[in-house]
């Protein structure tokens, strides 16, 4: 991912945080402060015609929510490497230090690797792509009215599914190491086109999930059967801040 936006989208290396698990024992390790504080710095000090990425592949669970401000009555979260002792990071948390900041003409873009991440990021509007529509995602209670805009940014989130579904892993890029199989197609079909709408993005891993799912293609490499052996895949959710027409946002533009 880092070789993507630095090659083939223009940001400045310096301009890129990362967060790893290897880096055991830094400020770069993956622990929950770490991330609250990592969160604070990608919006800090953002101007108009400023791009954001928040892109996190890692663990994600959800929670009942008691406050009637979801529609699904839970609360979607990640999972920082303490999350056992310091707790999950919550999609209000999340909305609220990401979102909620980002000034007129700022844009930022999330994709977000994990189970239960459709609606991570709290965001008013989930595309739906039979209809080629957008529908509501505004909290059902009058209580969450604080967290329902950005202050007029534009904030957009791929999640690799829908709030009450699980997502896939995959080794194929490393013997050791697991990572989202969301993560491997977004590149696949990115890497192919620079510059894709989300329109096409969407349709174009819809399509090719579905023809793994109903076995119509052949798996013939070893990068394909470590990413769908035994597997069923769901298809990626876009949300949005704001209605937009997908047929010509580009994405990460």
Not at 46 to 64: A, N
Not at 183 to 210: G, R
């Amino acid at each position: 991912m880092k070789i993507l936006l630095i090659q083939h989208f223009g940001f400045p290396r310096e301009c890129i945080r990362i967060l790893t698990e290897e880096d055991e024992g830094s400020d770069f390790t993956p622990t929950k402060k770490n991330i609250e504080d990592s969160l604070k710095w990608l919006v800090d000090g953002s101007e108009s015609g400023d791009l954001l990425v928040f892109y996190y592949s890692g663990h994600g669970l959800r929670q009942p929510d008691f406050t009637n401000e979801e529609l699904d009555g839970f609360d979607e979260t990640i999972c920082p490497v303490d999350f056992m002792q310091e707790g999950m990071i919550l999609d209000n948390e999340i909305h609220s230090t990401i979102v909620r900041p980002l000034k007129e003409g700022v844009t930022l873009h999330a994709i977000v690797d994990a189970c239960h991440s459709g609606t991570v990021l709290d965001l008013d509007y989930i595309y739906d792509l039979q209809r080629k529509d957008w529908k509501n995602n505004r909290p059902p209670s009058d209580l969450a009215d604080h967290k329902s805009n950005t202050s007029g940014g534009l904030a957009i989130c791929l999640s690799a599914c829908g709030d009450d579904q699980m997502t896939s892993d995959t080794n194929a890029f490393s013997k050791k190491e697991m990572n989202g199989a969301m993560t491997s197609i977004l590149l696949q079909m990115v890497e192919k086109d620079y510059e894709i709408t989300y329109e096409v993005l969407l349709n174009k891993m819809h399509d090719f999930i579905q023809q793994v799912n109903n076995k119509s293609v052949i798996l013939n490499s070893r990068f394909l059967q470590r990413i769908f052996h035994r597997k069923k895949l769901e298809d990626p959710q876009l949300s949005s801040s704001q209605k937009f027409e997908v047929s010509l946002k580009k994405f990460l533009q």
